[in-house]
Every structure is written in structure tokens, then in C-alpha cells.
């Protein structure tokens, strides 16, 4: 690195990133800094890299640091520089984009230098991007829950996958629940993925009616994990591995292999301690782009959950258009006035 206080070029791959305001506080708690920013994502360079390779991907920015305002930036920025491809994506209100899909590393820190924290990457890639080649199961704990429920339904979320001819790959969200990744064969719609999310859903809800719930109405969930089948909707995206989370302690979203999830708690992984890890073990879902699934089998549990129970489509986003099969989406409590 070299420069002036004001302003450093780093070297990343032959590219040379310029970093304003390498000081600038981000996480006043910690007291990281812009720079202690960047130089996290070089650490873990491969592994955000293989998370968001080729995929369009949203820019969470904190310009001001993480109490300061923040913005979801879809669209490319104009200034983007000419060797970071992008990739156009269509919004379910039917109006497209062109969202930057990072080939390089150089291009994550470029993207930090803007005071991104967070990347969320679409399930697909700039060469497909109606066909997801992931699919994310979200398991989000409700009030009343604690991680170690969370873990619970992650374990018997492995071995329905698994009983379906499936593997999933843990990481932790950053905050207090679990993201599943199941590499998929890129052949179904978004439709379709998100029908198999909410079918493995129901039959984990089955499975634990009294821990697990897929009710879309906050006041119908109680104190269960929540399955929240809707990140799989279109325009909808978790955070990708290793993305830093806009959390006092800077927490991030670490890749964990099964083994690990009993012990493992979200605090363990932050701006400080991911490096080292990462330096020990280096990426622990490195092997997952080697393997690509097919959801006939998932999908055929959907189809009887509508030919033999009666139970079909599920409320989509508020955002979204009416959906063909799409249930009403009135709150039920205001349903019954």
C-alpha cells in the first residue's frame, strides 16, 4: 500500500484500488476503520470471491460507518470501472437493472471503498439469471428462540436433505439465525426453487409443529423457527459468506462445516477473529460449486403436499405482483374484521 493519509492504492491482483478516508470509523465499538474494512476482505479475498463470482449482486452501504444512514444500491454505480462486468437482472415489477457481478477481489474492495459492508448476491449467474443455481433456506429464529433452536432445526433440516438426495452447507447469518446453501443444477425457475423451499419447509414443520413454522404472519409464528421461504422469491437475497454485518461488534456470516454448528455461536465471528480463521482452515465451502443438485425429488413432495393435503401457494413479499395461486395476503386478524 502507498499513497497519502488521505487516500491509499491497494494492490489486488495486478488491480490497483484507490481507498479514500482510510481512517474513517466504521464500527465506532470496535473502533474499525474503513482500512480494518478492506483489509478484512483481502483476507478472506478467495472465499467472498467464490461467494459472489459471476452472481448480480446488491451493495449494502454504510458510507458513515454502521451509525451512520445506510442504502441498498442495486443498480450499478456510474463510476464503475470498466473491468468489473455487470449483468442485467429483472425486478418482479417487471423494470430491469444492471447489477455489478464481481469476477475478481479487487472488485469487492473496490465495492468497500463505498462503504459497503454487505453483499448480497442474487442466486444465479450473469450467464442464467432466470435459472438459480442455489437454493438458500433461511432459518430465522422468532421471538422467544434462541441460536441453539435455530442449530436444532438446521440438523433436522441436513438429514430431510439428506433423505432427498441432497447436501446443504451451513453458514451462520451474521446476526441470530442460520443460512442453509443447497448447489443446484441452474434448470428451474425462481417459481419453481421457491416451491421446494416451501415444500422442505412444511415437511420440517411436520416434523416439529411445535418448534417450526412457515406461517408468513409474524402474529400466527410464535415462538418457533421460522423458515422464511420468501428469500428464495425473486429480487430476494441473504448475505453472502463472509459478508461483514452492519452490527455494533461487526460480526460477519461465517461458513461453517456441519461438525462445527453445535459450537459454534454467531459472536465467534467478526472483523477480527474470521482472518485468523480463515488462515487456519482456509474456505470451508470451498467444495461446494463441485456439486449441483436436481429438485425433482423436492418438488414432488410439494405436489403432494397440494394433491393429498390441499395445501398450495404461500404469500409472496408485499412487493411483489399477485401471484397465480397466491392466497390473499390479509393479516388474519384483520382478515376476521
Excluded at 451493495?59 to 455487470?86: C, H, M
Excluded at 433452536?149 to 440438523?155: C, E, I, N, S
Excluded at 467478526?270 to 480463521?277: C, G, I
Aim: with cysteine; hydrophobic share 35%.
Amino acid at each position: 500500500m502507498a499513497g497519502m493519509a488521505e487516500t491509499l492504492e491497494i494492490d489486488v491482483g495486478g488491480r490497483t484500488v484507490r481507498l479514500s478516508h482510510p481512517d474513517k470509523v466504521y464500527f465506532p465499538e470496535r473502533g474499525f476503520t474503513k482500512l480494518d474494512v478492506t483489509r478484512y476482505y483481502l483476507a478472506v479475498g478467495d472465499g467472498i470471491l467464490r461467494a459472489l463470482r459471476d452472481r448480480p449482486t446488491t451493495l449494502e452501504r454504510y458510507p458513515d460507518g454502521v451509525t451512520g444512514s445506510s442504502f441498498f444500491q442495486k443498480r450499478a454505480p456510474k463510476n464503475l470501472p470498466g473491468w468489473i462486468p455487470t449483468a442485467r437482472i429483472a425486478f418482479p415489477s417487471g423494470r430491469s437493472a444492471d447489477e455489478i457481478c464481481p469476477t475478481e477481489t479487487a472488485a469487492v474492495l473496490w465495492a468497500a471503498n463505498l462503504g459497503c459492508l454487505t453483499f448480497h448476491p442474487w442466486p444465479v449467474r450473469r450467464a442464467d439469471t432466470e435459472r438459480p443455481d442455489e437454493l438458500r433456506i433461511d432459518l430465522d429464529p422468532q421471538p422467544g428462540t434462541d441460536y441453539g433452536d435455530v442449530v436444532r432445526a438446521a440438523g433436522e433440516l441436513r438429514a430431510l436433505l439428506a433423505e432427498l438426495g441432497l447436501s446443504g452447507w451451513p453458514k451462520t447469518s451474521g446476526g441470530r439465525g442460520v443460512h442453509v446453501l443447497v448447489p443446484l443444477v441452474p434448470e428451474r425457475t425462481f417459481t419453481e426453487v421457491r416451491r421446494a423451499a416451501i415444500a422442505l419447509g412444511r415437511e420440517l414443520e411436520r416434523r416439529a409443529p411445535e418448534r417450526i413454522t412457515t406461517a408468513w404472519w409474524k402474529e400466527e409464528r410464535g415462538a418457533k423457527i421460522f423458515v422464511d421461504y420468501n428469500q428464495t422469491a425473486r429480487d430476494r437475497t441473504v448475505a453472502s459468506a463472509y459478508s461483514v454485518r452492519p452490527h455494533p461488534r461487526a460480526q460477519v456470516s461465517a461458513p461453517l462445516r456441519w461438525e462445527e454448528l453445535d459450537d459454534a455461536r454467531p459472536e465467534d465471528f467478526d472483523l477480527a477473529s474470521m482472518p485468523v480463521r480463515y488462515a487456519d482452515l482456509g474456505d470451508v465451502h470451498s467444495g461446494l460449486e463441485e456439486h449441483a443438485f436436481r429438485l425433482d425429488d423436492v418438488l414432488e413432495l410439494a405436489e403432494r403436499d397440494q394433491r393429498d393435503r390441499g395445501l398450495g401457494d404461500l404469500p409472496y413479499p408485499p412487493d411483489h405482483p399477485k401471484m397465480a395461486g397466491e392466497p390473499k395476503r390479509v393479516q388474519p386478524s384483520r382478515a376476521k374484521h
